[in-house]
């Protein structure tokens, strides 16, 4: 027999209690003196036999009370007692950890074996066989949220169990603990059954446990945790995919940046990286040559596109034991060409004196052409042929202008604005930030004085080329006049060697606004004539026009979530690209202020996807995080505290090895105690009444 | 000076005795005022003579049977027995002490033998008192004079109950020393063995005495309403004993039931009077019931 709490035999103890009151009443006898003794004494002889045996029946009964509430609160087991009634309710709170990582081999000498995912599944079901009939069960899949096909609610029915455990797959997800332990922790908390006890089954990279003294503090006191898989050694990412070339444009060759990281322990030698196109193989594979644990590196590749429109690049690794993190996808949006609109805010007849003159020149390509209007032009100009605008040294707008330019940003144009002379801080500040929300920053007052560019901070990627000493280095250009901004949500893409902020961006509606706060001609800074002006401003430019890759690029477990025209069907199909359509999604938009969108949640797996809410088709890509490829696993400290906490169990490559019952206590026998108990309180309650009559 | 003496001239015995004295005239010319006043002013009474009716005599007492039977008018005569001695033996035992409220006993005996006293000196009787344990301790010779009564009082305010008690053994004694019949007063518990109490009272009887049993009893040797845990202190040197006493209570009045039931049979079988006193039973009460019940024993003996 085994005790539950078997501290509590202690309370055994307790037995001695009536003991000590027996023998203590002895000395509490009131004397009376009594001149009738001979009566009394015949009636005592008569009766002090009975009368010992009663007193002894008593005490015994009073010692075994005691002694079996003493051991009901020991909470005594018998293995092998089948008794089902005998068997305690339990709830069993399941966590398992569905995210990228779980995918990976189980064993990384046997690629093709079972999964993380698979052990953790058969875990799962081992230990909710194991629990006694009518015991409740909670199923909780997830990674940083809640995935479908989770049992949020105790349930006792075995086939909805099955059915769950059996639907559930292992997702793209990035896996945080907390969320969903804390969520068990406080089902469990809210039930009232004799036992209860938390399940999390997950891996052993240290990512998912990243909020581990929170996890630790939601652990409830039963808690066990199983970590599946073997650890993993060498694994290979790509954890970026971008695309540099500033005006993507059908037919012309599109630069891919493709970063890939060791995240494993050894060393990588002949790493080949593809690049896909539209689920397509393109062009010649890259090589990098070594790649030590935990070094990155960036390639570049090249594709065409050979029509404009919707794409989507997939770089590829080759398949190691984390299948999850060897592709990354990303969608973008070619088109025919580009068109910009410069609107000039000092034109001259003297070309080289406009404003616009060094950005036209700049600019211009064959696949990119440019409009130069003036302020008087705004109005009467179709702002839907451009793909972005830029006002250069522009003083103010009108009202029409400025309507028509923050419809046109809201609904996916670009915008940038340069200072100069004549701008009208006030109009720009109090109009364009403060009444319509357009410009992410503020203008302060101009500084006169001979400034740099601060290279030492250029890390937003609209900059990165040029934070690499290969690059023309930015420090060369000379700013003679500058107006510092303040950014207001936005994010700073360069500053000046006194740290003002000379530029900055930020999405507004869905397009994108550029504010610099100096001119884009000569008059205060030499940067137009710079060697470095032309890729910069392209690159500038390029950021703002054309679709913002934000919106199509997702995170795995992030909502898609696109606006579409009022026009537009409110019929939605979202199908994995190359598939029929009618394998995938069906939904309706969502209205949302007014404006109708496409909303789709279920991105919990990566790969590119097809939009569609006719005339509106788009392609997106959900890629996991890039954070789910680390194979770092808990510290030894970690792991010891844990320990204190939970049971652990390693499960590394065979189910087996989890003993079904190994937590079972058998049947607990403190009903039939407390049964005992309360039976025996009544017969003593009898026996002292009966005792105490008269004789 | 002798500490008998000097008992005596004692304030506080002088008092004591001083108030049942009083007392005991109290009761009794209470009683005789009472009710139950009756012709037959005594405590001996028989039927003496006859005499012809005159008028103004009071017609209860006329003879019915006589008038019956000769068809003349008789009144009939009682004559007080008026050299009939009174032997009041009081028990001064330990166990008389017990009382479960401020009169014990050995009070309450006190004050019946002072009140029957300055009864029988009403009657212008004797009376002799005899106080006793396992003998006689104390006894004063009989006395018709109704100065006596102070030194019964005061034998009796004196007196302290302890020892152990021999009942019949006094009896016997008793029995032996006095030569003329008289009356045999005893008020005692009775604490003692019946079968031999009852053949001193044998005893007596033979002799020709009338003997009288005053049965005291405690309200609590009675009814035994004790509970919890209970250490019975033994009188008259009998062990201790420690019991519950409310589980034997059933058995313990059985067994005084059986006690005084034996003691009645035997007192009644001997032609003896026993009455119980129970000790909250006031004096008076006492009195007018047995007195009242031993006329109407002799007015029946005379028809």
Redesign the interface.
């Known amino acids: 027999m085994a005790f539950l709490n078997p501290l509590l035999l202690y309370g055994l103890a307790a037995v001695s209690v009536p003991v000590i009151i027996h023998l203590l009443?002895r000395r509490?006898?009131?004397?009376?003196?009594?001149?009738?003794?001979?009566?009394?004494?015949?009636?005592?002889q008569?009766?002090q036999r009975r009368?010992q045996v009663e007193d002894w029946i008593l005490l015994a009964v009073r010692c075994l009370l005691i002694a079996l509430i003493a051991l009901a609160f020991a909470r005594p087991a018998l293995e092998n007692l089948a008794a089902a009634w005998l068997q305690p309710r339990h709830t069993l709170a399941v966590v398992i950890d569905d995210s990228s990582s779980m995918a990976a081999a189980a064993d990384p000498a046997n690629p093709s074996g079972p999964t993380r995912f698979d052990i953790a599944l058969e875990s799962a079901r081992n230990l909710i066989a194991a629990l006694p009939p009518g015991s409740n069960t909670v199923l909780l899949f997830g990674s940083d949220r809640l995935s479908p096909g989770s049992i949020p609610e105790p349930t006792s029915d075995p086939s909805r169990i099955a059915a769950a455990l059996d639907r559930s797959t292992v997702t793209s997800g990035s896996s945080d603990l907390f969320p969903l332990v804390s969520r068990a922790a406080e089902l469990l908390d809210a039930r009232r059954s004799s036992h209860e006890e938390l399940v999390v089954i997950t891996d052993t990279t240290s990512h998912a446990w990243r909020q581990f003294d929170r996890i630790g503090s939601a652990l409830p006191p039963e808690t066990r945790v199983i970590f599946t898989g073997a650890e993993i050694a060498a694994n290979l990412a790509v954890t970026d995919l971008q695309l540099r070339t500033p005006f993507p444009t059908a037919n012309t060759p599109l630069r891919f940046d493709v970063t890939v990281k060791n995240t494993g322990t050894t060393a990588a030698q002949d790493i080949p990286v593809s690049l896909d196109l539209d689920n397509t193989a393109t062009g010649q594979p890259a090589t990098i040559t070594a790649l030590a644990p935990g070094e990155s590196q960036t390639l570049t590749l090249y594709s065409i596109t050979p029509t404009p429109g919707f794409h989507a690049a997939t770089a590829n690794l080759p398949a190691d034991a984390m299948p999850g993190d060897d592709s990354r996808s990303l969608a973008f949006e070619t088109a025919e060409r580009t068109d910009l609109l410069l609107v000039d805010g000092t034109p001259s007849t003297r070309a080289r004196d406009s404003s616009t003159f060094y950005l036209k020149h700049a600019i211009a390509s064959p696949t990119v052409s440019t409009t130069t209007v003036t302020t008087s032009d705004l109005p009467d100009t179709d702002l839907s042929a451009f793909s972005a605008i830029v006002l250069a040294n522009v003083p103010e707008l009108g009202r029409t202008a400025t309507d028509r330019i923050a419809s046109f940003v809201k609904t996916g144009g670009g915008l940038v604005v340069f200072a100069g002379d004549r701008i009208s801080t006030d109009f720009y500040n109090r109009e364009l930030h403060t009444n319509r929300g357009l410009l992410p920053v503020t203008f302060g007052d101009p500084v006169t004085a001979n400034q740099s560019i601060q290279t030492t901070t250029l890390d937003h990627p609209l900059v990165t080329p040029w934070a690499s000493s290969s690059q023309s280095d930015l420090a060369d250009v000379n700013l003679t006049t500058v107006i510092p901004l303040t950014a207001h949500n936005a994010q700073t893409v360069l500053r000046t060697n006194n740290s003002d902020i000379l530029a900055a961006s930020a999405p507004v509606g869905r397009g994108r606004v550029i504010a610099v706060g100096t001119s884009a001609d000569t008059t205060w800074t030499d940067f137009p004539v710079h060697p470095s002006f032309v890729p910069f401003f392209r690159h500038l430019v390029g950021a703002v026009a054309g679709s913002r890759p934000d919106l199509y690029n997702l995170t795995a477990g992030t909502p898609f979530r696109f606006p579409v025209p009022a026009s537009a069907s409110t019929e939605v199909a979202v199908y994995p690209l190359g598939i029929d359509r009618s394998v995938g999604t069906s939904s309706r938009t969502v209205t949302i202020d007014g404006t109708p969108f496409i909303d789709h949640a279920a991105t919990h797996n990566a790969g590119v996807f097809r939009a569609s809410s006719p005339p509106v088709n788009l392609t997106f890509a959900v890629h996991p995080d890039p954070a789910e490829a680390e194979t770092r696993t808990l510290s030894q400290a970690q792991l010891t505290e844990l320990a204190a906490r939970a049971e652990i169990t390693r499960i590394k490559t065979a189910v087996s090895t989890l003993g079904t019952g190994t937590r079972t206590t058998g049947a607990e026998l403190w009903l039939p105690l407390l049964v005992a108990v309360i039976a025996l309180a009544l017969i003593e309650l009898f026996l002292a009444q009966r005792?105490?009559?008269?004789? | 000076m002798d500490p008998a003496t000097k008992s005596l001239l004692d304030p506080k015995a002088i008092a004591r005795a001083e108030a049942l004295g009083i007392n005991a005239r109290f009761v009794v010319e209470g009683y005789m005022a009472g009710e139950h006043r009756s012709p037959y002013r005594g405590f001996a009474i028989e039927f003496a003579q006859h005499r012809e009716y005159a008028p103004g005599d009071d017609v209860r007492h006329l003879d019915w049977k006589v008038l019956g039977r000769t068809d003349r008018h008789y009144i009939k005569q009682y004559e007080q027995e008026t050299n009939f001695v009174a032997h009041i033996l009081v028990d001064s035992s330990e166990s008389m002490a017990y009382g479960s409220s401020e009169t014990t006993k050995f009070d309450y005996a006190r004050a019946v033998a002072a009140c029957l006293s300055y009864l029988v000196f009403q009657q212008r009787d004797a009376v002799a008192l005899g106080l006793f344990r396992d003998d006689i301790t104390d006894y004063l010779p009989r006395s018709d004079n109704r100065s006596q009564l102070f030194e019964i009082t005061s034998r009796l305010a004196k007196a302290e109950a302890k020892g152990k008690t021999d009942v019949p053994e006094v009896l016997h004694d008793l029995a032996a020393r006095i030569k003329r019949k008289g009356i045999i007063i005893i008020i005692s518990d009775f604490f003692d063995d019946e079968d031999a109490v009852l053949h001193g009272i044998e005893h007596l009887r033979f002799q020709g005495h009338e003997v009288i049993g005053i049965h005291l009893v405690d309200p609590f040797e009675r009814e035994f309403p004790f509970d919890g845990l209970i250490n019975f202190q033994g009188l008259e040197s009998i062990p201790d004993l420690k019991t519950r006493p409310a589980e034997i209570r059933q058995s313990y009045l059985e067994e005084f039931a059986a006690f005084e039931k034996k003691l009645k049979q035997g007192f009644t079988k001997n032609g003896c009077h026993l009455i119980t006193a129970p000790t909250d039973q006031p004096l008076d009460d006492l009195l007018t019931t047995y007195l009242g019940r031993r006329q109407a024993a002799a007015a029946a003996s005379v028809r």
Do not use: H
Not at chain 1, 28 to 44: D, E
């Open positions: 009443n509490r006898f009131r004397k009376i003196p009594w001149a009738a003794m001979r009566f009394l004494k015949t009636s005592v008569r009766n009368m005792f105490s009559r008269s004789k």
